[in-house]
C-alpha cells in the first residue's frame, strides 16, 4: 500500500518527500520522475513517470497519488495531467492529492485554466481527492540580484506563501486522515505589497505596464508564453486577486505560515 509523490526531482515534489519521510515509514513511500538517475539516492522506491507517456504501470499499486502539476503552454500542460489523471483511474489508484491553484474553478488568472480542467477531470473519475490551492511561492518574488524590482503589479498586494510550508502542508496531507473531498486554499499570513518589498531589501519598485512587462520578460529570454503568463499574474495581483489570507494553511501546519520578511532574510 503506497503513496506515490510525482516530480519529486523538482522544488515542490522534493520537499514534499523530504516532510513525507518524517512522517511516514519510507516502504509507504514511491516517487515518479522523468529521470530516475537524478533521484538516486532519495530513500524511496523510483519509478519512471512522464507525463508525456503512458503511466498506468507507474501508478501501479497505489493507493495515494499526489501529482504535482507541470508546467508548459496551456494546451501540452492540461493534456499531460489528463494523461495522468486518466491513468491514475486506470491504474486503482484510490486518492489522488493535486497541487492547484488559489481559486481555481473562479480565478481570472490565465494560469488558472489548467488547473481548474485538471480538477474537473479528477471529480469526474469519482475518486476522492484533494486540492491543495497553493498560493504564489515567496521564492517567486525574491530579488536574485540587485537593481530595482520591476512589475505590473502596481500597488497590488499578495499573500504569497513559502514553498517549503506547501510541501509541509502536502506532507500533513499524506500523513493524516480526513482529507477526503477537501479542497485547501493555501496562502500566507499577510498581504504585502510590491512597494514594501523592495522597502525591505534596500530597493526600489518600478511599476510598469503590462505591455511593458511582458517585452522586459521576453527580453531576458523567457519564452513567450511564461512572459505573458508571469505579467497576467502580476496584473491580477494589482487587481487584489491574489491578496485574500486563508486559514487553511495555518490549520494544517500548526503554526503562523513563514512570512516574507522570514523568507527574505533566509
Ligand atoms: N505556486 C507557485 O508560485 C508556482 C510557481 C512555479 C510553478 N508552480 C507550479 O507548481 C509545480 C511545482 O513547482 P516546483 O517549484 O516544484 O516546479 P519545478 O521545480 O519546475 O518542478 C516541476 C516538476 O514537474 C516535473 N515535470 C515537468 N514536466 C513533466 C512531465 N512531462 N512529466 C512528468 N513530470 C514532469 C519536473 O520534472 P524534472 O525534475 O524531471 O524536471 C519537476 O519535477 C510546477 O510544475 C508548476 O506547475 C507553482
Known sequence: MTTLITGATGHLGSLILEHALTRLPADRLAVSVRDPEKAVGLGVEVR????????????????????????????????RHLNAVRAAAEAGVRH????????????????ARVHKATEEAIRATG???????????HENYLPQGPGP???????????????DDLALAAAVVLSTPGHENAVYELTGARAWSFDELAALVGTTHDKVSQEERVAGLKGFGLPDFVAELLADIEVNIG????????????????????????????
Do not use: C, Q
Open 48 to 79: 519512471h513517470g512522464d507525463f508525456d507517456g503512458p503511466l498506468t504501470d507507474t501508478f501501479a499499486g497505489v493507493d495515494t497519488l499526489l501529482l504535482v502539476s507541470v508546467d508548459g503552454p496551456d494546451e501540452i500542460r492540461i493534456a
Open 149 to 163: 524590482i520591476v512589475t505590473a503589479a502596481a500597488d497590488g498586494r499578495i499573500a504569497s506563501v513559502a514553498r
Open 239 to 266: 487587481r487584489g486577486v491574489l491578496a485574500e489570507v486563508r486559514p487553511d494553511l495555518e490549520k494544517l501546519i500548526g503554526r503562523t505560515p513563514t512570512t516574507i520578511e522570514e523568507a527574505t532574510r533566509r
Open 127 to 137: 475518486i476522492t481527492f484533494t486540492f491543495l490551492r497553493n498560493g504564489m511561492y
Open 96 to 111: 489522488i492529492v493535486y497541487t492547484s491553484v488559489s481559486d481555481a474553478d473562479t480565478s481570472p488568472l490565465s494560469l
